[in-house]
């Protein structure tokens, strides 16, 4: 089983609420990533977990609160977003970290109104 | 630093040849090639590493010049199916820094 998977696909969220985004794999991989990408740009860097435990925060603001609850599980949580952090937000996982492929799931598209 | 790709798009016909090039102006330990179809997620391609040979699968292959610090990626007898944005990643620290990408349209 090669897939990543991540719910919800779609969410639209006003920008006093709280929402969570999932993602989940069963590779046994060991480091899981959080990026997002907006419309015909790279995937930005938003976290790194090694081993259930942050490895990188790529100076992301508060409003965005990453867990990592077991190896297989990534949780992006989601509170008083602003419209500018609409965007696709993709989850990846690798068997170690950097010099590693890296497996994406189809990602979540978030819309805050 | 993000790597620079070049071209930003290119336009063939089936069965043409194309080359996408990755450069950097710090020093490469590797680079990984990754290609997005439209409203889909990154697939992996290929990595290559410094001091490994020249990768490949199918009709698609790469190389990796250490010295002048850049990949290319060949993409032989072009199929519809290679259409999408190719970006390439670089390694700093323990994260890839992707392109800003190469929009490739394959046309019939």
């Known amino acids: 089983d090669t897939e990543v998977t991540q719910t919800p696909k779609h969410l639209v969220m006003g920008m006093t609420n709280k929402k969570s985004l999932k993602c989940e794999q069963h590779?046994?991989?060991?480091?899981m990533y959080w990026y997002k990408q907006k419309a015909k740009k790279p995937p930005e860097l938003m976290f790194v977990y090694s081993y259930e435990k942050l490895s990188i925060n790529e100076s992301v603001p508060s409003r965005f609160s990453p867990e990592c609850p077991n190896s297989s599980l990534l949780n992006l949580h989601l509170h008083a977003l602003q419209p500018e952090d609409s965007a696709l937000y993709l989850c990846?996982?690798?068997?170690?970290?950097?010099?590693?492929?890296?497996?994406f799931g189809p990602g979540t598209r978030l819309t805050v109104t | 630093q993000q790597p620079v790709q070049s071209p930003q798009a290119v336009i063939l016909r089936e069965g043409e040849d194309a080359v996408i090039n990755c450069s950097s102006s710090?020093?490469?330990?590797?680079v990984h090639w990754y290609r997005q179809k439209h409203g889909e997620a990154p697939v992996f391609l290929m990595i290559?590493?410094?001091?490994?040979e020249q990768k490949g699968h199918d009709k698609i292959s790469a190389s990796f010049n250490e010295k002048k610090q850049q990949s290319s990626l060949y993409l032989t007898a072009s199929q519809l199916s290679y259409s999408g944005t190719y970006f390439c990643?670089?390694?700093?620290?323990?994260?890839?820094?992707f392109g800003a990408g190469t929009i490739l349209r394959v046309k019939s």
């Open positions: 710090k020093a490469l330990y590797s």
């Open positions: 990643g670089t390694e700093r620290g323990n994260k890839l820094v």
């Open positions: 990846a996982s690798s068997q170690g970290l950097a010099a590693y492929e890296q497996y």
């Open positions: 590779m046994g991989h060991r480091a």
């Open positions: 290559l590493l410094k001091g490994g």
